[in-house]
């Protein structure tokens, strides 16, 4: 038989497959997400999270150290609020003693080379549910979310912050956002887009760990519809424009045409959030037999990264940076 075009040569042996590999997913490209609460050496399970908990200050600060001497460059906040400290105002959002300012001035204290990225959105705040403020329909009113968003950012980033991570899907709050913090001295504090962030199913166990489920109706106002995809690259394109030092997509698996999108029309790192709900499926088909985690987990990890992912947020963070020498 003639054949001189055999790819297969080039499997045959480890070392020659290591030569042929196209992408590479180190610790270095991989955000840490953790749920912090009030109290002290406290810490609660997330059922629909397998192996994640809320945890108190002086654990998260412990997660961090782990994470730093594991290699993972940076962790991502999200405040679990006594529901007692949410309005329909979301005052509680820009306190400059409250939780994340407290959290974030730790963790600098305790582990200053370790990223701290906040979320700034109106959710886990508002006694509604939604990222913003609403009018007496329900309605999420955009200028006037913005305004609080901006509080909220610079509380953050008075304590420390070194990324702050807009989540909530207004329009123009990374203009608003990008000139408040430069002209209040914080030219140097970055700004993670959630640029293409769907209205999707999900987000279940993330809203379950922070008790942030809309009250009343859905987000569909303000998060995009998961049939567009046009419209992710015009949210990009006014993100890019108007100061964003990342863009990212949410939920990850199920938008990696769109993590491609962004890859290929933008030159800023483009993060991809690997969501709970699709951290969930697999530690559920893990947990039952039917799939092998050490084998499925960095395998649907490599496929963000095949899809454009520079960044990486995931809640399998530290299970990879654990096995990434032996992949």
Request: aromatic fraction near 8%.
């Amino acid at each position: 038989m003639e054949n001189s075009n055999r790819p297969r040569r080039m499997r045959k042996d480890e070392f020659s497959r290591r030569l042929m590999r196209e992408h590479h997913l180190r610790t270095d490209d991989l955000i840490y997400p953790v749920f912090v609460m009030e109290g002290h050496q406290k810490e609660e399970a997330i059922p629909s999270m397998p192996g994640i908990k809320r945890q108190s200050a002086d654990l998260i600060i412990d997660t961090a150290k782990e994470c730093f001497k594991l290699g993972i460059p940076a962790i991502a906040l999200f405040p679990v609020i006594d529901v007692n400290l949410k309005t329909e105002d979301a005052k509680e959002a820009y306190n400059p003693k409250g939780l994340i300012p407290r959290v974030v001035a730790l963790l600098k204290q305790h582990v200053p080379q370790l990223g701290v990225i906040t979320d700034v959105a109106l959710d886990p705040y508002t006694s509604h549910g939604q990222d913003g403020l609403i009018d007496a329909s329900g309605y999420v009113l955009n200028d006037e979310t913005v305004e609080v968003l901006i509080k909220q950012a610079l509380s953050h980033a008075k304590a420390g912050a070194d990324i702050v991570a807009p989540s909530d899907m207004m329009d123009g709050r990374i203009g608003y956002l990008r000139d408040e913090l430069d002209n209040n001295g914080f030219e140097n504090t970055g700004i993670m887009a959630y640029t293409a962030k769907y209205a999707r199913a999900f987000y279940g166990p993330f809203r379950d760990a922070l008790n942030s489920a809309p009250k009343k109706g859905d987000k569909k106002t303000y998060q995009m519809d998961f049939r567009n995809t046009r419209e992710a690259l015009l949210e990009a394109e006014l993100d890019y424009n108007e100061g964003a030092d990342f863009l990212m997509v949410k939920p990850a698996l199920h938008y990696m045409d769109v993590i491609k999108s962004l890859k290929d029309s933008f030159n800023i790192p483009i993060a991809a959030y690997h969501v709970s709900g699709e951290c969930a499926m697999l530690s559920a088909a893990c947990k039952n037999g039917w799939l092998d985690f050490n084998k499925a987990m960095p395998e649907t990890l490599f496929s963000l990264r095949r899809a454009g992912a520079d960044i990486i947020l995931t809640y399998f963070a530290k299970d990879y940076a654990k096995m990434a020498s032996k992949l």
